[in-house]
């Protein structure tokens, strides 16, 4: 029997307004909705955009001061720019392509969303008001999930500032259950003060402030820096550069403001220029990988035309930046390598380092690869996904599961999208990698498997999967297990974190159900909170490990809701000490601390 099809015809045919179409296909405008329990989920967005028109006003040198305020979920933003023209306050905040940042002579360096940002924070706020004060007058608007619910104007009170306040509340039935952590804004206000020298910014009454730009950022980054930081600043260029003793390299790159992770033309263009301004300097022909090894820098540029490769801006892609970086990055090393000739001294000591190490290395890496020939033509505990991270956006959401041996594998395994989610299977407890030199972990058959299923045995450029999840039991030996492998990857492959490639997958630790319903809980609190809600019958179960889970069960724990605590550094400076302490030698002031937190837990 032929299959019924529905009449196509003029009755069809849909047109949206462009804020409906916002709230329908909200991922376009701002990415991922989440839940705030990551850095790039929806509300962040959101204030980003608000918070990124008062940063343009500060560029184009109107008003030096930003308050900002969350109580409540709702979130204040307060600048004293120029103030958007009060004629066209509800247009600005509610149709798409009215703006002034489309005009180059008012807004050279734009960072927000080009006329988008504020009407998508608009379309999704519940609540969203706006006021506008220019030369003793003013106009309000409120909105409510984008319509407009009143407006006004008048003669502002005496010894108000010109200026935009904006205050909105994230609409919960778009970002359910959210919740901001204000560590995330904390961080991203940092990073726009370090970027904007001279800007004070005020969150919850603390004060965000930097004097010395970039030099300021790397320098709360990175700890002991083998020769003191290079700083150039010039009209669209800024960038900070040192060496650490560190593995790889760590950089924090961003345009117009707007961090990317990725980094794209600009950061490139930036490692070109150093290769070529130290070879220059040094008259000779050092290699990339050997003058890079161990470099902790901050790029910033300034364009007028940004394109990224995404709506959420994480890398850059104009082309025609690349010359004039290189050129600029170059002759501003030579110059600095000229003006300190002590560090360049060290910096060629560091060098010369690293060529001695890469040496060591590649012999390692090529027993390695022959003892790893003679185990199996594929990498032995890993079971392969279809897409990977080079094939585009069907690479984009690709992920590997580390596993706490076969029992936890043999749960996922069946349940998993084979098209986009791998497994490796760990043994069991990795060896404690911290203190050891880089090629022990080649000598190690275990990590190096682990290493070439991630395609970072070369480095990370060769990188396979998006997301790196660690899936360990939610015991004492999983946390273990969970502290080794990011020991691992914080000594040897700092920059997956930093960019945002490692987290820690959730798993519920109950099962609550009835004869009608069934409700997993990943916490006590939840679990409590739900036996009340389902009453004194249901029935509870405690799951002591992933390979208890049903393969039926696991398969909603690793689908659409997913639950991915990502694994952030609030310090980059704060990581040497923190492995030493937890992972390094037991030492006394470990005991002590074990000791006095298992008798407080006792205590209780």
């Known amino acids: 029997m032929a299959k019924k099809t529905s009449a196509y015809d003029e009755s069809k045919i849909k047109t949206l307004s462009s804020l409906e179409h916002i709230r329908l296909r909200t991922g376009m405008y701002i990415g991922r909705l989440g839940d705030g329990s990551n850095p790039d989920d929806g509300i962040y967005i959101l204030v980003k955009e608000v918070v990124d028109n008062s940063i343009d006003e500060f560029i184009m040198g109107n008003g030096k001061q930003i308050d900002i305020v969350l109580k409540d979920n709702k979130v204040s933003v307060r600048d ?13 905040v509610s149709v798409i392509n009215t703006g002034a940042k489309y005009n180059d002579e008012v807004f050279q360096f734009s960072v927000g969303l080009n006329g988008v940002g504020t009407k998508a924070v608009n379309a999704l706020s519940s609540y969203f008001r706006v006021v506008s004060v220019r030369d003793g ?16 104007t008048g003669n502002a009170k005496p010894g108000i500032k010109n200026g935009t306040l904006v205050e909105f509340i994230p609409d919960e039935e778009l970002f359910r259950g959210y919740h901001f952590h204000t560590e995330f804004l904390q961080k991203r206000f940092w990073n726009y003060a370090c970027l904007n020298s001279g800007l004070e910014i005020r969150f919850n009454g603390e004060k965000f402030f930097s004097a010395n730009g970039l030099l300021d ?8 820096p083998l ?7 010039g009209k669209q260029l800024e960038f900070a550069f040192s060496h650490t003793n560190n593995y790889g390299e760590t950089y924090f790159s961003f345009v117009n403001g707007q961090y990317t992770s990725d980094g794209g033309t600009h950061l490139s263009s930036f490692k070109e220029g150093l290769l070529k301004g130290v070879n220059e300097y040094f008259r000779k022909n050092y290699k990339s990988e050997d003058v890079r090894e161990g470099t902790s820098a901050a790029v910033a540029v300034k364009i007028q035309a940004p394109v990224f490769e ?30 300190n000739a002590e560090a360049a ?110 395609g970072i045995e070369n480095d990370v450029s060769g990188l396979r999967y998006e997301k790196i999840v660690i899936a360990t ?26 960019n945002g490639h490692v987290f820690i997958l959730e798993t519920p630790l109950f099962r609550v159900r009835t004869k009608k319903e069934t409700v997993y809980c990943y916490s006590e609190s939840e679990r409590d909170e739900t036996v009340q809600s389902l009453g004194a019958q249901s029935e509870v179960t405690r799951f002591k490990g992933l390979g208890e889970i049903s393969q039926k069960e696991f398969g909603q724990f690793i689908g659409e809701d997913i639950r991915l605590l990502p694994v952030s550094v609030q310090s980059l400076k704060k990581i ?9 030698k037991n030492t006394p002031a470990r005991r002590e601390f074990i000791m006095k937190n298992l008798l407080a837990e006792i205590d209780a």
């Open 310 to 339: 995404s709506q959420t801006k994480n890398k850059l892609g104009n082309t025609e930046i690349r010359s004039w970086i290189v050129n600029e990055t170059k002759a501003a090393v030579v110059a600095w390598l000229h003006k």
């Open 227 to 233: 020769y003191p930081v290079c700083h150039y600043k």
């Open 80 to 92: 004293f720019g120029r103030g958007i023209p009060l004629g066209k306050v509800v247009e600005c």
């Open 576 to 584: 040497p000490g923190i492995l030493e302490f937890y992972m390094g």
């Open 345 to 454: 001294k060290k910096l060629e000591e560091k060098i010369l380092a690293n060529e001695r190490l890469r040496t060591e290395l590649n012999s390692v890496k090529k027993e390695a690869k022959e003892a790893a020939k003679k185990v199996a033509l594929r990498i032995p505990k890993l079971t392969e996904c279809r897409y990977h991270l080079d094939d585009g956006e069907k690479g984009a959401n690709t992920m590997i599961f580390l596993t706490e041996g076969d029992s936890a594998a043999g749960s996922i395994k069946p349940s998993r999208d084979v098209n986009t989610q791998a497994v490796f299977s760990l043994r069991g407890k990795p060896e404690n990698m911290y203190g050891k030199k880089r090629a022990d972990i080649y000598r190690n058959a275990e990590l190096y498997n682990m290493m070439m299923a991630l």
């Open 217 to 224: 950022l790397l320098g709360a980054e990175t700890g002991n």
């Open 137 to 152: 007058k003013y106009a309000e608007a409120l909105f409510a999930r984008g319509k407009l619910q009143s407006e006004k």
């Open 473 to 498: 039991d939610a015991d004492n030996d999983g946390f273990h297990i969970r502290n080794l492998l990011l020991t691992f990857f914080l000594n040897y492959f700092e920059e997956l974190v930093v």
